[in-house]
């Protein structure tokens, strides 16, 4: 089954303890993407790799780390959490453009990753 | 830079009315649009997409339309239920450079 899968899918966790959440996708999509989501902000986007050791700032990058060292796992890693940082966070995947006259360019997320720092 | 934004931001309308969602964007020059379905704390669901190449898709009593010209999208939900309420979010997706840029949302409720 094609899918993304981010774990954990829940965390409490304290100011400035190092986390990581994973996020792994089996559809050899070359592009990933995080995002949080919080009441009234909508979807804002974290971080995007276009592939394998390709990384990008999107809007709301600080305070955040990404890494791409293999095509199927793009974690992101919150190296002193703060309490600003709770939110509801997505991870997403798709073929990059122009992969294939099938490519549809769909994007697929995550279930969601709930993140609590106190 | 690409903008999309979404009329109405909420919507409460009784079951079985027929209603449409919009979507606009700024840059026609798309890739594709995903409309997405979004319950309370929950993940995001593909609901439908449309190639920059069509013109409609459909899925049951949902109906997506494309309109690249005029930066616009509608979707349009049939007879609606309690069922379908939550949030509706387009996605445009563009040809070059920034990929995916999401609207705000509607929020929909459908009373009983």
């Known amino acids: 089954e094609a899918q993304v899968t981010q774990n954990p899918r829940y965390l409490i966790t304290v100011t400035g303890k190092k986390l990581t959440v994973t996020c792994s996708q089996n559809?050899?999509?070359?592009?990933m993407s995080w995002y949080r989501q919080d009441p009234g902000l909508g979807l804002r986007q974290i971080y995007y790799?276009?592939?394998?050791?390709?990384?990008d700032k999107g809007d709301v990058p600080e305070g955040y780390k990404v890494s791409r060292k293999e095509k199927r796992n793009f974690p992101l890693i919150l190296e002193s959490p703060s309490p600003n940082q709770t939110s509801l966070y997505f991870c997403?995947?798709?073929?990059?453009?122009?992969?294939?006259?099938?490519?549809?360019?769909?994007?697929?997320f995550g279930e969601g990753s709930r993140l609590t720092v106190l | 830079k690409q903008e999309v934004t979404q009329i109405p931001a909420a919507l409460s309308v009784p079951e079985g009315e027929n209603l449409v969602l919009n979507c606009s964007f700024t840059?026609?020059?798309?890739?594709?649009l995903q409309w997405f379905r979004q319950d309370p704390g929950k993940g995001l669901t593909s609901l439908l997409l449309?190639?920059?190449?069509?013109r409609e898709q459909t899925s049951g009593r949902l109906n997506a339309s494309l309109d690249k010209s005029s930066g616009r999208s509608t979707l349009y939900i049939a007879a609606s239920q309690p069922g379908d309420s939550a949030t509706y979010l387009c996605?445009?997706?563009?040809?070059?450079?920034?990929?995916?840029?999401f609207g705000p949302g509607t929020r929909l409720s459908v009373l009983p």
């Open positions: 840059d026609s020059a798309i890739y594709n």
């Open positions: 559809m050899n999509h070359e592009y």
């Open positions: 996605a445009v997706r563009g040809n070059y450079g920034q990929n995916f840029v």
């Open positions: 449309i190639q920059s190449s069509q």
């Open positions: 997403a995947s798709s073929l990059e453009r122009g992969q294939g006259t099938r490519n549809t360019g769909e994007l697929f």
């Open positions: 790799s276009m592939n394998v050791e390709v990384t």
